[in-house]
């Protein structure tokens, strides 16, 4: 069992936009969660913007499992659709 600590300082969670060089590696976060591994496909503008979304998403999953909200969610381009 993984317990929260509690945090001195507020923490805001910042999604990212689009990178040319996406390349996550996130199975083991994936594996932990239970969940399946999110698809990264960046064959085309729009698989591309939903890789980065799913892994966004798995992510925020993670760090809320350990406890940690944010006070903030904040994004650039893609990034700014995730709430």
């Known amino acids: 069992m993984v317990r929260a600590r509690p945090h001195p300082r507020p923490v805001a969670f910042l999604f990212p936009g689009l990178e040319a060089d996406f390349a996550p590696n996130v199975d083991d976060v994936a594996a932990w969660l239970g969940q399946a ?20 998403r798995l992510l925020d999953a993670a760090l809320r499992r350990l406890g940690i909200t944010p006070v903030a969610v904040a994004g650039h381009s893609v990034g700014s659709g995730r709430r």
């Open 37 to 56: 591994k999110p698809d990264l496909d960046t064959s085309t503008l729009g698989r591309h913007g939903a890789a980065v979304i799913n892994v966004g």
